[in-house]
């Protein structure tokens, strides 16, 4: 079955980065475009980014371009998300997922992880 299971969240201060993983298994990786969420307590969950299935394409949410990376290692079933300059409204808990159709960027996002909390501090 498809297991997605992040690590990498935490507690740091504004300014601060970190490096969320995403651990993939169950599923053949390097056919599926791979996405980031994130939902902060009394919100709804948002799309913060995804990468294509061979990684050339990446897409991210407003409000992280140009502090945010996404990446992906086929080889090692993984998917990364590098967040710098991280902000107050950047807390949140953060979900890996993946799409439902193979070689798409319209299916929905139908498989979920766990969520790693990522909370920035004044």
């Known amino acids: 079955q498809v297991q997605l299971v992040e690590s990498g969240g935490g507690l740091v201060q504004a300014g601060d980065s970190l490096r969320l993983s995403c651990a993939a298994s169950?599923?053949?990786?390097?056919?599926?475009?791979m996405g980031w969420f994130r939902q902060a307590p009394g919100k709804e969950r948002e799309f913060v980014s995804s990468?294509?299935?061979?990684?050339?394409?990446?897409y991210y949410t407003d409000s992280v371009k140009g502090r945010f990376t996404i990446a992906r290692d086929n080889a090692k079933n993984t998917v990364y998300l590098q967040m710098n300059s991280l902000k107050l409204e950047d807390s949140a808990v953060y979900y890996c997922?993946?799409?439902?159709?193979?070689?798409?960027?319209?299916?929905?996002?139908?498989?979920w992880g766990q969520g790693t909390q990522v909370t920035v501090s004044s």
């Open positions: 997922a993946r799409r439902a159709a193979i070689y798409s960027d319209s299916a929905p996002f139908d498989s």
């Open positions: 169950g599923f053949t990786f390097q056919f599926y475009m």
């Open positions: 990468i294509s299935w061979g990684g050339r394409r990446t």
